[in-house]
């Protein structure tokens, strides 16, 4: 087995694989428009998506990126796409609310989650966007077994809602999806699968400027302050006044936001890259090349590149700041007791970025008065994220009142003794990531 003192390529980067191919663009410092319809405050997937809504209803769209575009996690997370991804998470119930009612919220949930998929898909055909998407499916795999059963019923429930034709792989029958011995079977979504995610951020950003949104990078916003009909946008490079404003920051929600920098919890999870494998290696990992999610509490994540070539790993290696390279020592070790057979193997690259938690682990839209928001990706936002963008954008060209799907929902939950610092991560995560051992000891 490889030391941790030689995993790593003679030429490993701290950086993104995925920008090896496309990197967040750097933005002249062209001189800030006095006035916009819309200001979108973040420019990743959410806050471009709501632009090109914006622009489709002929309405001007003024995005605002603290830095690069696409910089955050856009073009770092795994880029698995998953309609209904947070099946796992049950509905809260709601003051007043029966059990009937709950379900019946929690099925239109599930079918809106599954809208953020087709969302995506229409997304890339209609602009050609070129990011390896690969719709194999996507494999959830069973920690211990008390799990198995407990996702059959939800997967009925996800059936039942969207007809997704999911369905449960007995752990006798796991071999032919994915070449490790320490699963107990696995829930198969077929609708789902995996695309270059920096390369679909390119193609959004380009999509957004040719229908007329404008993009300013490396302008982070200070402040934002409501006055009679509108809204002024404080930044290092000016003010802006516009007429309403989108919240579209998710993970890097800071203070200064309307306060919802204490409605999201910002996580740092990370990912690491192998060297190239050979062919039969690759093959014998993923053999239908699915993307892979575990049952655990603290999950980890993997996927073969889109050129089938190197492992793709990733998850919550620690729950306090640490440099990339410790983080990937500790994803590499991961990474052979789920695969042995990697024993060897090096790592090429290792990164981090930042996804956005919230207290009901769903994410939400929602605004009044001119500010709108789209936050708490919950680690799932490469479709759902997008298609809440969107969502905004078409309920702010409705200039509706009404709920626009089953992720409007009112105030984002939040927590009376959190103010935006994390301090409780360290000791929540270390928790989680004890019982996920010890669950997984007694399942041997």
């Not at 229409?122 to 077994?145: A, D, N, Y």
């Not at 479709?383 to 409705?398: E, F, H, P, Q, T």
């Not at 935006?420 to 997984?440: C, E, K, M, P, V």
Request: glycine residues 12%; contains cysteine; hydrophobic residues 35%.
């Amino acid at each position: 087995m490889a030391s941790t003192a030689d995993i790593f390529t003679p030429d490993f980067q701290r950086r993104p694989y995925w920008w090896e191919a496309y990197e967040p663009p750097e933005t002249g410092l062209d001189t800030l428009p006095a006035h916009a319809d819309v200001v979108i405050v973040g420019g990743g997937y959410t806050g471009i998506c709501c632009a090109l809504a914006l622009r489709r209803a002929g309405i001007e769209a003024l995005v605002l990126e603290a830095g690069r575009p696409g910089q955050g996690a856009s073009t770092r997370s795994g880029g698995q796409v998953s309609g209904g991804v947070n099946v796992q998470k049950k509905a809260l119930a709601s003051v007043g609310e029966s059990p009937a009612q709950r379900e019946q919220r929690l099925a239109q949930r599930l079918r809106d989650a599954a809208d953020s998929m087709t969302y995506v898909e229409s997304l890339i055909e209609t602009h050609g966007i070129q990011c390896g998407w690969r719709k194999t499916g996507r494999l959830t795999t069973m920690w211990v077994p008390q799990h198995y059963q407990a996702w059959q019923q939800r997967l009925d429930q996800l059936n039942s809602c969207t007809g997704s034709n999911a369905r449960m792989i007995p752990r006798d029958q796991l071999a032919a999806e994915i070449g490790s011995p320490i699963y107990h079977g696995a829930a198969l979504i077929e609708r789902a699968g995996h695309l270059h995610p920096a390369q679909l951020y390119g193609g959004m950003l380009q999509a957004a400027r040719d229908a007329g949104a404008r993009v300013h990078g490396n302008t982070p916003v200070q402040r934002i302050a409501r006055l009679a009909g509108g809204y002024d946008i404080d930044t290092p490079r000016g003010t802006v006044r516009a007429q309403q404003v989108v919240i579209a920051t998710n993970g890097y929600t800071g203070p200064g936001l309307a306060d919802l920098g204490r409605k999201v919890v910002p996580i740092a999870t990370y990912m690491i890259a192998t060297e190239e494998l050979s062919p039969d290696l690759a093959a014998s990992l993923l053999p239908t090349n699915r993307a892979v999610s575990e049952s655990r509490r603290v999950v980890n994540h993997y996927r073969l590149s889109p050129d089938g070539r190197r492992l793709l790993f990733g998850g919550r290696a620690r729950f306090t700041p640490t440099r990339e390279d410790t983080t990937a020592r500790l994803l590499h070790r991961a990474m052979l007791k789920r695969f042995p057979q990697l024993a060897g193997t090096r790592i090429s690259h290792s990164w981090g970025g930042n996804v956005a938690m919230t207290l009901d682990s769903m994410p939400h839209i929602g605004g009044a008065d001119g500010l709108y928001y789209a936050l708490g990706c919950n680690g799932s936002g490469v479709a759902m994220m997008s298609y809440l963008g969107d969502s905004v954008g078409r309920k702010i060209a409705a200039q509706s009142r009404d709920p626009i799907n089953a992720f409007d929902m009112g105030e984002i939950p939040g927590h009376p003794f959190y103010f935006g610092n994390t301090w409780f991560l360290f000791g929540i995560g270390s928790w989680y990531q004890a019982r996920d051992a010890y669950d997984h000891w007694r399942a041997r």
